[in-house]
């Protein structure tokens, strides 16, 4: 093969798809010479290989100047489950697509964020996916001019134009409000995310409408903000439930401050869910192996993953798509956090 060619040697995984009429997953299974492909799909497959002039190998593109086959991956951390659950969808629908990851975490630092755009960007990868980006008013317009392939996961951006993924976040925290103000509940605390995350907001936004529609007046005593980390709502639990008229129930804008939540209710003597009802938000695994399992809402996280990256790989074979956002829904499941008041 003459990686000489530039015309040859450019061809990516999703031209060969189009080409031989099948899927990119399709010809993923047929490079890496997996089972369950049909012998004449296999063969019009490597026909069109041979034809482009296709290079699987990301070194040896790098070497023909051809596109790379690497997807770079920016988040804060990797310390919860939130973020492995998204993550193990991202990596399936990559390895279906023969790409590689490349990641990069920030431990929650601004400059750090803007630092490994810029890295990402000028180096190897084909696209970026950015998970809860905390930065990204600095460098979105530089990735849209240049026409770099980006998708935002659980993050609303900067406007209406922003190519994400996401959940109904307002829709979630509305549903967790109603549900305790249909147990009775009039006294409802909120913790919520941080708040320069439009889901965070979003989350907020929906326990106000629902208090709102129910005539329950906000009370902004009873909303204490956190950072999404477990040691947040352990503090915001403290501080709510030393309040004179403390809350009956408390919604928390993520599952790993609910735990905080419960843990400081027992610390001050509580009883979950006979003295204080506790709503979390995501259903990571462990909500429902806590005791008493967790009433929350349930983000689908690994459907999240795998449809950002979906719609990146869409996105690089064709760099003219139109933008889209999508809001995948939430779903309230109801475990033995929360009680009724009766009456």
């Known amino acids: 093969m003459d990686i000489e060619d530039p015309e040859r040697s450019s061809a990516t995984i999703f031209d060969v798809a189009r080409e031989a009429g099948v899927s990119y997953a399709t010809v993923s299974r047929v490079l890496n010479n997996r089972d369950h492909v049909r012998p004449e799909t296999r063969?019009?497959?490597?026909?069109?290989v041979a034809r482009l002039g296709f290079v699987a190998n990301p070194q040896a593109r790098s070497l023909a100047g051809?596109?790379?086959?690497?997807i770079g991956l920016l988040l804060h951390g990797l310390s919860t489950s939130y973020m492995g659950e998204i993550v193990r969808g991202i990596d399936a629908e990559l390895e279906a697509a023969d790409y590689d990851l490349m990641l990069y975490t920030t431990h929650r630092r601004k400059l750090k964020e803007s630092a490994y755009v810029g890295?990402?960007?000028?180096?190897?990868?084909?696209?970026?996916?950015?998970?809860?980006?905390?930065?990204?008013?600095?460098?979105?317009?530089?990735?849209r001019a240049r026409h770099f392939p980006y998708m935002l996961i659980d993050h609303q951006g900067n406007g209406d134009y922003e190519h994400s993924v996401g959940a109904t976040n307002w829709q979630g925290g509305y549903d967790a409000t109603r549900?305790?103000?249909d147990l009775g509940h009039r006294r409802i605390g909120f913790v919520t995310g941080t708040l320069e995350m439009g889901c965070a907001v979003d989350r907020l936004d929906g326990y106000r409408q629902a208090l709102a529609d129910h005539g329950l007046p906000a009370d902004r005593a009873l909303i204490h903000t956190g950072d999404f980390l477990q040691p947040a709502g352990f503090a915001a639990g403290r501080a709510l439930l030393a309040l004179p008229d403390r809350p009956?129930?408390?919604?928390?804008s993520n599952d790993e401050m609910a735990f905080g939540v419960m843990e400081a209710a027992r610390d001050g003597g509580l009883t979950i869910p006979e003295d204080l009802s506790i709503v979390g938000f995501d259903d990571i695994p462990q909500a429902g192996l806590v005791y008493?399992?967790?009433?929350?809402i349930r983000q689908p996280l690994e459907q999240m993953g795998r449809v950002a990256t979906r719609m990146l790989l869409t996105m690089i074979a064709d760099p003219h798509l139109e933008i889209k956002r999508v809001a995948l829904p939430t779903e309230l499941?109801?475990?033995?956090?929360?009680?009724?008041l009766g009456g």
């Open 333 to 340: 499941v109801v475990r033995q956090s929360c009680r009724s």
């Open 119 to 143: 890295a990402i960007t000028r180096g190897m990868a084909a696209g970026l996916l950015l998970i809860l980006p905390r930065n990204a008013g600095a460098y979105l317009d530089s990735l």
């Open 248 to 252: 009956t129930a408390i919604v928390s």
């Open 43 to 48: 063969e019009s497959v490597m026909s069109a």
């Open 292 to 296: 008493p399992p967790l009433t929350t």
């Open 66 to 70: 051809g596109p790379s086959q690497v």
């Open 179 to 181: 549900y305790l103000i």
